[in-house]
């Protein structure tokens, strides 16, 4: 069993940056696909970035590619995601997600995650 709680959020004008966290209990959860989701008021919740076991692979959507970043410390049992140059349309509750059946192969569908959290609020004013 492994239980993820995202902090970081908060309120940011535009262009400004915030870095969320990803704490998680349960010893395996270095081994699992790690992935950032976030949901926008009256929007399906969507897939951000997605990071493998070892760091050394990472996958991000269209729309927040060079401006975010996902890493993990392992050893903390921690995922990161750094957003810069936020935008308005970035405002959306953010979740961290563990696919436990993959460690190697980064996946972007959320039913194929099987560990939440319970979100944090980010709110980019323009």
Wanted: glycine fraction near 10%; proline fraction near 2%.
């Amino acid at each position: 069993q492994v239980h993820l709680v995202e902090s970081g959020g908060g309120l940011v004008q535009a262009g400004g940056s915030l870095r969320l966290s990803c704490a998680a209990s349960g010893r395996t959860f270095s081994r699992y696909v790690t992935g950032w989701f976030r949901q926008a008021p009256g929007k399906e919740r969507e897939f951000v970035a997605a990071i493998t076991w070892s760091g050394g692979n990472t996958f991000y959507a269209d729309s927040v590619k060079g401006r975010f970043s996902i890493s993990r410390d392992n050893a903390k049992n921690t995922v990161y995601l750094q957003m810069n140059s936020l935008k308005p349309e970035d405002t959306a509750v953010y979740y961290c997600a563990a696919d436990q059946d993959r460690s190697m192969v980064i996946r972007t569908i959320k039913s194929q995650y099987d560990y939440w959290g319970q979100g944090t609020q980010v709110t980019v004013s323009s």
